[in-house]
């Protein structure tokens, strides 16, 4: 059975930083990204990061600079260190993973972040 769980979550004052983990269990073929997603209340949910198997990552340009994208493939863990963050980040942030050989994608159950002004 195929999970994927996010902690790190929470709430912390601008400008103030968070550390995002997606640990992922079970069998999934030929992963070809692994990638950070979020949406805010009312709106799309929106790709944050992303890395390939290969290790090229893609960042949002929101959040380039402020936000880095890791993988432990010995863990089996995405992370997402977020730095600086702002109100705006305020939102659910999802992990998930896409696998090339089966054509589609697993996602946690999100983990909430909320940033105070």
């Known amino acids: 059975q195929v999970q994927l769980v996010e902690s790190g979550g929470g709430l912390v004052q601008t400008g103030g930083s968070l550390r995002l983990s997606c640990v992922v269990s079970?069998?999934?073929?030929?992963?070809?990204?692994w990638a950070w997603y979020r949406q805010a209340p009312g709106n799309q949910r929106e790709l944050v990061a992303e890395?390939?198997?290969?290790?090229?990552?893609n960042v949002a340009d929101s959040v380039k600079g402020r936000f880095t994208i890791s993988r432990d493939a010995a863990k089996n863990t995405l992370s997402l260190q977020m730095n600086s963050l702002k109100p705006d980040d305020t939102a659910v942030y999802y992990c998930?993973?896409?696998?090339?050989?089966?054509?589609?994608?697993?996602w946690g159950q999100g983990t909430q972040v909320t940033v105070s002004s």
């Open positions: 890395i390939t198997s290969g290790g090229a990552t």
């Open positions: 998930t993973v896409f696998s090339s050989y089966l054509g589609s994608g697993y």
């Open positions: 079970g069998n999934i073929p030929s992963i070809r990204n």
